[in-house]
């Protein structure tokens, strides 16, 4: 149980469009989900904090406006990536919590290599 | 802002040989919860070992065990045993409202 899935897995894209970037749930609900951002040898980085209903908050640092991140159902939340450039190039991966859950765990998607050229 | 740190970028052991992963963190919560993260190079994120901090009791799973120190801020791992497929990136993490992550201690066991 608690799987958490992202898609894709992989994307390349042209420098200026927008990616989205899709974290499902599977088999629980999760009213927080996470966006972490990972640069190669390095660790994961929170980008923002995700809430089902409600506005994202954003960690210092994080453009609000070229992230955009929507958490509409308990089980989907989604960043999109507006107006890539290459420097947005990085691994993505989500995480979520059990809503109502007992223990305080996150559970991790596989994660989105994406590549901007 | 909590902080956590692992001051080993890179940790080797020989297979069947145990290895210790050093982490501190600094936060001013009294409850919070404390992670191992193993990331092979497929970069899925793995949970390796979850310690709640009211409990005194150290975290076991098999073989991974961790050592607690509150007081310290102290939360190092322990593989014993190692095998080669523990190498991979280990990751401290602590939890109160959002999961904060060190910057890694990458993992080599020797054959």
Redesign the interface.
């Known amino acids: 149980g608690a799987v958490v899935s992202q898609h894709p897995s992989r994307v390349i894209c042209k420098s200026g469009t927008s990616v989205k970037i899709e974290c499902r749930s599977l088999d629980f609900q999760a009213t927080t989900m996470?966006w972490y951002r990972?640069f190669p040898k390095?660790?994961?980085?929170?980008m923002a904090?995700s809430n089902e209903g409600s506005k994202a908050t954003y960690e210092q640092g994080v453009e609000k406006d070229k992230f955009l991140i929507n958490h509409a159902s308990l089980t989907l939340s989604t960043l999109t990536v507006t107006s890539a450039h290459p420097e947005d190039s990085s691994?993505y991966?989500c995480?979520a919590k059990i809503a109502g859950g007992r223990?305080?765990?996150?559970y991790?998607g596989?994660?989105t290599r994406l590549l901007v050229l | 802002a909590q902080t956590v740190t692992q001051s080993q970028p890179e940790m080797s052991v020989q297979e069947a040989e145990t290895v210790t992963l050093s982490c501190t963190y600094d936060t001013s919560e009294n409850n919070y919860?404390l992670?191992w993260?193993k990331q092979p190079p497929?970069?899925?994120?793995i949970?390796v070992i979850?310690q709640?901090a009211y409990k005194q009791q150290n975290a076991t799973e098999n073989r991974f065990s961790v050592n607690f120190q509150k007081a310290a801020k102290s939360f190092s791992l322990k593989i014993s045993d190692s095998q080669l497929g523990d190498t991979a990136m280990y990751?401290c993490a602590f939890?109160k409202?959002?999961?904060?992550?060190?910057?890694?201690t990458r993992l080599t066991v020797k054959p």
């Open positions: 996470f990972q390095q660790s994961l980085m929170l904090t691994f991966i995480s223990q305080e765990t996150q991790f596989p994660g | 919860y992670f993260y497929s970069r899925q994120m949970l979850r709640e990751f939890m409202h959002d999961m904060r992550f060190g910057a890694g």
